[in-house]
Nanobody, 119 residues
């Protein structure tokens, strides 16, 4: 399983950004997909996840109403649309794949993409 994240960058507070994660070497629709992030000096935390069909999503409370996870099983890509960004959202964002469920079993990880939100 190869996951390639992209789309990060430097934005101002209140801006929007969409990060993407392209998968290869797998039957993409067989995997639950998630986004995680790690800020400097902090542990990696769960951000959002989506079921195999895209019909179920989950979010950490701090991003509910601002972030939207989606997937395209034809393009083998998962997206994280981030709106109303805050400086506290600054982190390296990682995509991950799970064979077992939305909330666990994330054994496959991408390389991460940096998102920096300036105040």
């Amino acid at each position: 399983v190869q996951l390639q994240a992209s789309g990060g960058g430097l934005v101002q507070a209140g801006d929007s950004l969409r990060v993407s994660c392209a998968a290869s070497g797998v039957t993409f629709s067989s995997y639950y997909m998630g986004w995680f992030r790690q800020a400097p000096g902090k542990e990696r935390e769960f951000v959002a996840a989506i079921s195999r069909s895209g019909g179920y999503t989950a979010y950490v409370d701090s991003v509910k109403g601002r972030f939207t996870i989606s997937r395209d099983n034809v393009k083998n890509t998962v997206y994280l649309q981030m709106n109303s960004l805050k400086p506290g959202d600054t982190a390296v964002y990682y995509c991950a794949a799970s064979e077992t469920g939305v909330t666990s079993g994330y054994h496959y990880w991408g390389q991460g993409t940096q998102v920096t939100v300036s105040s």
